[in-house]
């Protein structure tokens, strides 16, 4: 229990520092594994996420060619 009054004394000063501590009751140690393990779950998780968007607007199905995208001009000679 670090709490407490402590002092210290330096060539005859003496200094006093009073600690109050809390402890915490529902706290979870977080240690080096579980950080590791945590970041390599995030990327994996969002290369899985980059995979799947990429799958879905990646292919261009039902579109035709791009010959098609060409417009024909109409000849009207009232909008020329």
């Known amino acids: 229990d ?3 009054l ?5 060539g005859g000063k003496t200094k006093s520092l009073q600690v109050h501590y809390r402890m915490c009751q529902n706290c979870i140690e977080v240690d ?4 590791s393990g945590i970041v390599i779950a995030d990327v994996v998780a969002t290369l899985f996420l980059a995979v799947a968007v990429y799958c879905i607007t990646g ?6 060619s791009r010959a098609s ?3 024909n001009l109409i000849s ?3 909008y020329q």
């Not at 402590?6 to 330096?10: A, F, I």
């Not at 080096?32 to 950080?35: F, Q, Y």
């Not at 292919?59 to 035709?64: L, T």
């Open 2 to 4: 670090p709490r407490g």
């Open 6 to 10: 402590y002092v210290c004394e330096t």
């Open 32 to 35: 080096a594994p579980t950080i």
């Open 59 to 64: 292919h261009d199905r039902g579109h035709s």
């Open 69 to 71: 995208d060409r417009q």
């Open 76 to 78: 009207n000679e009232l």
